[in-house]
């Protein structure tokens, strides 16, 4: 079946630690990845986007996501944290053809000073 | 405010009543999308439209619910004869484009649903 599985559901970390988000998919053909953040309180916000060429991507706030076609993975990283990533991270994929966003279920990062 | 809008934030209901959701899309966006999450899931797709069409419906988006977007602007979502298995956050989602490829979707806060 097709999806989008994001492999850690909570994560803890310290302020200054580097952070990374796992994402798989298993959707065939050509897709759009995207990573949104739900900062508390607010609504869903593009963090960085992959369309087409260099498969390392950056976002806002010093976050990147890494393209891998052969492993369908699309992780997020960043390599020091603040306080204020405290968040939900969704992963979510386009079919190029189609129109939904198929996200996964999110992985609500604490950042601990 | 120039983003996504809807309203209301929050509304509590009985099981078996009809509530309705209003979405109002950036100005120029001609794409507008629907969207469900429950708690500790990822948002799901209910209905995409494109201008004043609905081009898609997912298999979530039962015979109870409706979608509109009578002039291509704003749009309504009815839920009748709510359950409580209706309780979750609805999202809107607008964007600009033609064809298929890339178009950011732009999210508006979401309207979380109660059914007593």
């Known amino acids: 079946a097709q999806s989008v599985s994001q492999h850690n559901h909570h994560v803890i970390l310290s302020e200054a630690a580097s952070l990374e988000l796992g994402c798989n998919y298993s959707y065939g053909g050509t897709v759009n990845l995207f990573w949104y953040v739900q900062y508390p309180g607010q609504h869903l916000q593009l963090l960085l986007k992959y369309f087409s060429g260099d498969p390392l991507v950056k976002g806002i706030k010093g976050f990147e996501a890494e393209f891998i076609k052969s492993k369908f993975s699309f992780n997020l990283r960043k390599p020091s944290v603040q306080w204020s990533d405290t968040a939900e991270y969704f992963c979510?994929?386009?079919?190029?053809?189609?129109?939904?966003?198929?996200f996964g279920k999110g992985t609500s990062l604490l950042v601990t000073p | 405010d120039t983003g996504v809008s809807q309203d209301p934030r929050h509304k509590i209901t009985k099981r078996g009543q009809n509530v309705t959701f209003r979405c109002d899309p950036i100005s120029e966006h001609n794409r507008l999308y629907w969207y469900r999450q429950t708690l500790g899931q990822g948002p799901e797709f209910l209905t995409y439209f494109q201008n004043e069409a609905q081009l898609e419906k997912s298999r979530l988006l039962s015979d109870r619910f409706s979608a509109e977007r009578p002039k291509g602007s704003f749009s309504t979502l009815e839920i009748q004869r709510t359950e409580q298995g209706d309780s979750a956050m609805y999202l809107c989602?607008?964007?600009f484009g033609s064809g298929g490829g890339y178009n950011e979707q732009f999210f508006g806060p979401g309207t979380r649903l109660t059914v007593l």
């Open positions: 979510a994929v386009k079919v190029f053809s189609g129109y939904a966003l198929n």
């Open positions: 989602a607008s964007s």
